[in-house]
């Protein structure tokens, strides 16, 4: 069947629109498509999207992590072996954490990571034929926002839920923020960290996130208010 | 769409009814009634199995049958094996390698069109758990009575009068056969009109598939 | 060096077959292999009969026995296959219990004997819901060169064609029963069904269809055994199915329909002949 941007799509639809993008430049496919003979053809459910100039992607419902270069990930420390670590990031594989990739590591001075930590971390290499690599640093050496996280609660969810609430256009975190102080950090494999300040608020920023699954801008804005007065009904 | 809707009023199935995501913690599940006939699948994967199972070149998937007795039998490894080629065909297993892809069918109600039951809930739990296939596939069943007739998804009563019945399977991108099994004996005209209503037939199925996309994927996103 | 190809590129040694219209054991695509069949080659079994189809080779031996008919059905006999599958015929599978295939292989040539009625369970009742016959069919392969289905339902075919069910008299009252083995009566057939498989190639954008696959044909198409297999009884079909390889267009279905037809024909003969054959031996002894 022939699909255009903006529709649902199942696997086996093709799409000659990215195909004639194609002829004239270069096209990035992201997840849920491929390349063949006789065409860009459709592999996951879901509803196609575009971003200018010419990104494509499915956006599909999944749980199960597929490793994807670049990508910041919450794992959990699951092996120490030798110089490295092994971290499950949720997909099929653990993947490995060299000691040396920290902000500052040396042969001597050794990260203080444990079993059963949790960090937020990059994929720097992940390819289907490979164990996915992580990384703590960026290219300059510098920690940035990756490291272990202390403290704090982690729950999984579906990864396009992750993606829901990091894209800008989504009013959650931002109607959220505005009413108690969190923190919070997002892995793209369905692993969300957070941290307030009570047990209760823990609680509420988890359920919010949870709860806006399959609503609407406008439903998602009216859940926060809900909770917040929830809240702070009980808190005061 | 070709056919009309005088002709789609012809091929009629038992209203389907499915809930995706059914199963709190698998990757991937559904929930399928067709008529009376109810089956719920869950699959998991692709994951880390043990090195013997592991092919270097694609995903190794596993089907597992329980029945509603519980007890294994034969019949139960046949529709394993029905099952596994069917889904085998549609996974773009070499996206996956040296990993397992797990699914898991359990028989809730069987009041006739069992197996495509089973394959059309494969199909939409495979679509929830957002593995990369080929195609989506639609089964459908028929039964030929004593007269020749041909009757769509047939209901337990029709297929106690029956003296065969049939059913197919089809890719969503061409409608060629996938997969097809048969009980009971027939002519060679019955058996390529009893294809060719099966496959119009299949349209329903797979409209039904995006129907069921539709509901959630505008809001996920 | 073609060895070495074809470990290299086993693709691509396929394809390059494939695209001269030929396969990899010099037949053409609608060829399939000769049938040498052999019946009573177990002496110690009721019937038996042993097929070679190029390097596929089953042996199926009949046990019969008396029992008691389900209470369910107490006019009926009983019929029951089972196929083999020793590490012996295939490196393919491990000693232990009945593999996977095994079953499954099972499992189609019991439903190819049911659906197409040519034993009569009726007829293997001695008394109502009193004592009948079981017909063990009991099918080993002792070399698995693709293709078993259709080995499997010959061989079974012609066992059951030679097998002689000795008169039974049972007395009600007594319970006695007395076998006489001078006195035998052929088992009734209705028909004689015939198997085809077939495998299932994509090369390039067309559908080749393979005639009588052997084992490698059946790895290269991807699936377990053959993709169709087709079994026409008197000129009914009585059994289609379709598992894995390339999807199936309509004019390759009708193609295949016409081959099975054919191949239903040419073992019927064979079977006949060799049947023949023996009994003219047998009874010149």
Request: aromatic letters at 6%; glycine letters at 8%; proline letters at 4%.
């Amino acid at each position: 069947m022939k699909v255009a941007v903006g529709e649902v799509v199942l696997p086996g639809d093709q799409c000659e629109e990215i195909s004639l993008v194609g002829e004239k430049s270069k096209v990035i496919l992201g997840p849920g498509l491929r390349k063949e003979v006789d065409g860009i053809t459709i592999t996951k459910a879901g509803t196609l999207k575009k971003r200018s100039p010419n990104t494509y992607w499915v956006d599909n419902y999944q749980k199960r992590y597929i490793p994807s270069r670049g990508e910041n990930v919450i794992g959990v420390v699951v092996q120490k072996a030798g110089d490295i670590f092994r971290v499950d990031v949720g997909g099929s594989c653990s993947a490995s954490l060299s000691y040396l990739s920290f902000e500052g590591a040396t042969k001597k001075n050794r990260p203080k990571v444990n079993i059963g930590d949790v960090v937020y971390a990059k994929m720097l290499v992940a390819s289907k034929d490979m164990e996915p690599e992580l990384v703590c640093v960026d290219s300059h050496g510098k920690k940035g926002r990756l490291g272990v996280l202390e403290e704090g609660f982690v729950f999984k969810c579906s990864l396009n839920l992750v993606r829901k609430i990091l894209n800008p256009e989504c009013p959650l975190l931002n109607s959220l923020k505005n009413e108690w102080p969190f923190e919070l950090a997002a892995g793209l494999n369905g692993r969300i960290w957070i941290k307030a300040k009570t047990m209760r608020e823990t609680i509420a920023v988890g359920n919010a996130i949870l709860g806006c699954e399959y609503l609407n801008t406008d439903e998602i804005k009216s859940m926060c208010t809900n909770i917040a007065s929830i809240l702070a009904g009980h808190v005061s | 769409m070709i056919t009309d809707n005088d002709e789609l009023k012809d091929f009629k199935l038992r209203p389907m009814k499915c809930e995706c995501n059914y199963l709190n913690r698998s990757d991937g599940s559904a929930i399928l009634s067709q008529g009376q006939t109810v089956a719920v699948v869950s699959v998991n994967g692709p994951l880390d199995i043990k090195m013997q199972s592991q092919s270097i070149g694609k995903a190794t998937l596993e089907v597992l049958f329980s029945s509603k007795g519980g007890k294994p039998s034969i019949g139960d490894r046949y529709k394993e094996h029905v099952i596994r080629q069917t889904c085998e065909s549609a996974i773009l297993g070499c996206l996956y390698p040296r990993t397992g892809i797990t699914v898991t069918i359990q028989e809730l109600e069987d009041y006739g069109g069992f197996l495509a039951c089973c394959l059309n809930a494969c199909c939409l739990a495979l679509l929830n758990a957002g593995l990369a296939m080929r195609h989506t596939f639609a089964a459908v069943s028929c039964a030929i009575d004593e007269q020749g007739n041909i009757q769509l998804d047939p209901a337990p009563a029709q297929l106690e009068t029956s003296r065969a019945t049939m059913t197919f399977v089809f890719e969503s991108r061409e409608k060629s056969l996938v997969t097809a099994f048969t009980d009971g004996s027939y002519s060679d005209s019955a058996y390529s009109e009893a294809m060719e209503r099966c496959r119009s037939a299949s349209d329903l199925v797979f409209q039904f598939y995006k129907q069921i996309v539709s509901k959630y994927s505008y809001v996920i996103g | 060096m073609s060895e070495v190809y074809k470990l290299i590129h086993p693709v691509k040694f396929f394809n390059d077959y494939i695209s001269k219209n030929v396969r990899p054991d010099g037949r053409s695509f609608s060829e399939q292999r000769n049938i040498k069949l052999n019946v009573d080659a177990i002496k110690t079994a009721d019937a038996s009969a042993l097929i070679k189809c190029g390097n596929t080779s089953v042996i199926c031996g009949i046990k019969l026995e008396l029992a008691t008919p389900k209470a369910e059905e107490p006019n009926k006999g009983f019929l029951i296959t089972n196929v083999e599958l020793p590490p012996l015929c295939s490196s393919k599978y491990r000693p232990g219990p009945p593999s996977d295939s095994a079953q499954v292989t099972s499992n189609i040539v019991s439903d190819i004997i049911n659906n197409s009625k040519c034993v009569d369970l009726t007829d293997l009742c001695i008394v109502p819901d009193k004592l009948a016959w079981v017909l063990y069919c009991d099918m080993l392969c002792l070399d698995n060169g693709g293709s078993l289905v259709d080995a499997c339902i010959i061989t079974l075919m012609a066992s059951l064609k030679t097998l002689r069910l000795p008169t039974v008299t049972y007395d009600p009252e007594t319970e006695d029963i007395k076998v006489d083995t001078n006195v035998q009566t052929k088992l009734k057939l209705n028909g004689l069904p015939i198997a085809t498989s077939f495998a299932i190639y994509k090369y390039m954008d067309r559908n080749v269809t393979l005639v009588d696959p052997s084992s490698y044909e059946e790895d290269m198409c991807g699936g377990l055994g053959a993709n169709l297999i087709l079994c026409y009884n008197k000129g009914f079909l009585c059994s289609s199915q379709k598992f894995g390889g390339s999807n199936f267009s309509v004019d390759c279905e009708e193609k295949a329909l016409k081959i099975a037809k054919e191949r239903a024909q040419l073992a019927e003969e064979v079977i006949d002949v060799c049947i023949k054959n023996y009994e003219s031996k047998t009874n010149t002894v």
